[in-house]
């Protein structure tokens, strides 16, 4: 049984900075994604940052880039997501998703087999004042 376990959450003021994790077990797939999505009251949810099992190519959101950094380590089975320069916008929940992704994916974010992902429950990020 597939497991991620999200942590690092919590509240922050602007400029500050939150590193997120996530411990995965039992999954089992040789080509994968695995990354960050948030989700913010009244909005879709969004892919934040991801991961490409096979060159480890990584994908950010224009919205976060040069302030977010995704980093996995497979020894231990973790990704970390390194927030930097949070902004008020950042607040969401943050989500864990490890799925199915071919070697010749381009949109290392998209899931094209949601229905095989595995998701963790969440860790509120709350960037405020």
């Known amino acids: 049984q597939v497991q991620l376990v999200e942590s690092g959450g919590g509240l922050v003021q602007p400029g500050g900075s939150l590193r997120l994790s996530c411990a995965v077990s039992?999954?089992?797939?040789?080509?994968?994604?695995i990354g960050w999505f948030r989700q913010a009251p009244g909005k879709e949810r969004e892919g934040v940052s991801c991961?490409?099992?096979?060159?480890?190519?990584?994908y950010y959101a224009d919205s976060v880039k040069g302030r977010f950094t995704i980093s996995r380590d497979n020894s231990v089975n973790t990704v970390w997501l390194q927030m930097n320069s949070l902004k008020p916008e950042d607040t969401a929940v943050y989500y864990c998703?490890?799925?199915?992704?071919?070697?010749?994916?381009?949109?290392?974010?998209?899931?094209?087999?949601?229905?095989?992902?595995?998701w963790g429950q969440g860790t509120q990020v709350t960037v405020s004042s």
């Open positions: 991961i490409k099992s096979s060159d480890s190519s990584t």
């Open positions: 998703a490890a799925f199915p992704l071919p070697p010749s994916a381009k949109a290392i974010c998209l899931m094209t087999r949601p229905d095989f992902a595995s």
């Open positions: 039992g999954f089992t797939s040789k080509f994968y994604g």
